[in-house]
């Protein structure tokens, strides 16, 4: 029920290129997240979003609550943005702020 | 820019051992979270916590968990008698409303021999 699902699982691109990860989840959300986790371990909040589409910099988010399916782009990559991108969904009527996590989406940008 | 901290970086513990695991959420953030994650796995979650009370706990987070608010700046995790598959990175998480966005902490790695 309440599956997050993320794809490609890896994703190799030249520095220079167009990167596009994808979410889709099951039922019904009231906030779509967006994470980047660092080599390190550490997780950073990119975008929170529940409808439309959202860009900060060089990367964009967008959702479609209809297909319940969400984007994340990011335009001109560079080796920094080597990371892995994590995508976790709120679901509607579930306790406030309980996140159901994908397994995340391993990008490795080369020079 | 405020930050949520955690403390340790890293903590080795044995079998069977207690464990606390520190967090200092940004600080005028109300609902504190606690996640995990094992080595090669997605992040899951483990508990929510506001008014000084918990408002969910996944499966996870049975009695072996406890989780406290002591002085109103701290918010810890405390495992009662580790086990092997207790072995994760742990994140805490704060936000200001319970559907705002979530700032985590630079995890706990935690490793039970």
């Known amino acids: 029920k309440n599956e997050v699902e993320q794809s490609p699982q890896n994703l190799t691109a030249q520095e220079g290129e167009f990167i596009t990860i994808n979410c889709s989840y099951s039922?019904?959300?009231?906030?779509l997240h967006w994470l980047q986790q660092h080599p390190g371990g550490g997780i950073v909040s990119l975008f929170m979003?529940?409808?439309g589409k959202k860009k900060h910099g060089r990367l964009i988010a967008t959702i479609n609550i209809q297909e319940k399916h969400s984007s994340l782009h990011i335009t001109a990559s560079h080796p920094r943005d080597s990371a892995v991108y994590i995508c976790?969904?709120?679901?509607?009527?579930?306790?406030?702020?309980?996140?159901?996590f994908g397994r995340g989406t391993q990008l490795t940008v080369w020079p | 820019e405020p930050e949520v901290t955690q403390t340790p970086s890293h903590q080795v513990t044995q079998m069977g051992q207690e464990v606390i695991l520190r967090c200092v959420p940004i600080?005028?953030?109300?609902?504190f979270y606690w996640y995990r994650q094992i080595l090669g796995q997605k992040v899951e979650f483990l508990v929510s916590?506001?008014?000084?009370?918990?408002?969910?706990k996944s499966e996870i987070f049975d009695d072996q968990f406890s989780v406290e608010r002591p002085d109103g700046s701290n918010f810890t995790l405390k495992i009662r008698s580790t086990k092997l598959e207790d072995s994760a990175m742990y994140f805490c998480?704060?936000?200001?409303?319970?559907?705002?966005?979530?700032?985590f902490g630079p995890g706990t790695r935690l490793t039970v021999l």
């Open positions: 916590f506001y008014n000084n009370e918990i408002s969910e």
């Open positions: 976790a969904v709120a679901y509607r009527g579930s306790t406030l702020g309980r996140l159901y």
């Open positions: 998480a704060s936000s200001l409303g319970g559907w705002n966005e979530q700032f």
């Open positions: 039922v019904g959300i009231s906030a």
């Open positions: 600080s005028n953030h109300l609902y």
């Open positions: 979003l529940s409808s």
